[in-house]
């Protein structure tokens, strides 16, 4: 018997560009029987309305019913035995001209887990790590090593819980983390979750990475936010403490896909 569960954060756009959350999205396979449940949530929509619930895929879209509107909120459920998971994209609702709520499904070389979720907040929260926020250098002598131990013990335990991607497909492996897990940070670096150069392209392609850079003796840690590469769009990153830029081949060439990475701290 095959089992897969995951949940799915929606967001509320308008232009193309995200305003807010509008709800989750949640699914569950069980030898090949597919079970979706859609909530939303506050969302900026006329009272009492039906709105189209659409399942896309690579060059598809499929009608799955239609969701009743009801002062922003509403839930909509269904059964289906179409196209399997593994071709899944994202799920559209569209409420007004150019407004309309989204969830990604799957990334570029991200593959669903099986009795896994995209939200992984459920499991982990701030208090299942020691607190180095508080912790003074100048107080406390070794605390530099302490905080990479730290560090390196959060490290672990996010690779056993987070989804993985390979966006070159090479060896390069990172955590797939979304804005809501910033909190996994610490507090200097959780106040980055509202970078709009960093939002801009969460947006665009709905996920960032999260990677662990070797430096001498000890570890760094990088967000990544994806994006292309343009020499105009470098200095935009730059004055918004991007450091660099990874693709699959250096040095980045105009129009190269890529990540714009950030250093954070866990």
């Known amino acids: 018997m095959s089992y897969h569960r995951t949940i799915k954060y929606l967001d509320y756009c308008e232009s193309g560009e995200r305003i807010k ?4 999205w949640k699914v569950e396979a069980r030898d090949g029987n597919i079970s979706m449940e859609i909530v939303l949530r506050d969302v900026p929509c006329a009272n009492k309305v039906q709105r189209d619930v659409i399942l896309q895929t690579a060059g598809q879209e499929y009608f799955l019913g239609k969701i009743q509107m009801d002062n922003g909120s509403g839930t909509f459920s269904c059964q289906w035995d179409g196209v399997p998971v593994e071709e899944w994209e994202k799920i559209v609702i569209p409420l007004r001209e150019d407004t309309f709520v989204v969830g990604i499904w799957q990334v570029q070389g991200q593959t669903p887990k099986e009795e896994d979720s995209e939200a992984p907040d459920s499991d982990l929260n701030q208090a299942d790590f020691v607190d180095v926020d508080h912790i003074s250098d100048k107080q406390e002598p070794g605390v530099a090593a302490d905080r990479n131990r730290i560090a390196e013990e959060k490290w672990q335990h996010l690779w056993n819980i987070y989804p993985h991607i390979k966006p070159y497909g090479d ?11 910033f909190l996994i940070f ?12 960093l939002l801009h392209g969460y947006y665009n392609y709905g996920h960032l990475i999260l990677a662990r850079v070797r430096r001498q003796a000890e570890y760094a840690y990088y967000v990544g ?5 343009f020499e105009r769009e470098k200095q935009v990153a730059i004055m918004f403490g991007f450091e660099s830029f990874e693709c699959e081949k250096e040095p980045a060439q ?13």
């Not at 959350?21 to 989750?24: A, L, S, W």
């Not at 060896?171 to 897990?181: I, Q, T």
């Not at 507090?187 to 970078?195: A, L």
């Not at 890529?258 to 866990?266: A, E, N, S």
């Open 225 to 229: 936010t994806p994006g292309s590469f």
């Open 254 to 266: 105009a129009g190269d896909f890529g990540y714009y990475m950030m250093r954070v701290h866990l």
């Open 21 to 24: 959350g509008g709800g989750v």
């Open 186 to 197: 610490r507090e200097e670096s959780y106040k980055k979750v509202n970078n709009s150069f």
């Open 171 to 181: 060896h390069r492996e990172f955590l797939s983390v979304r804005p809501a897990d």
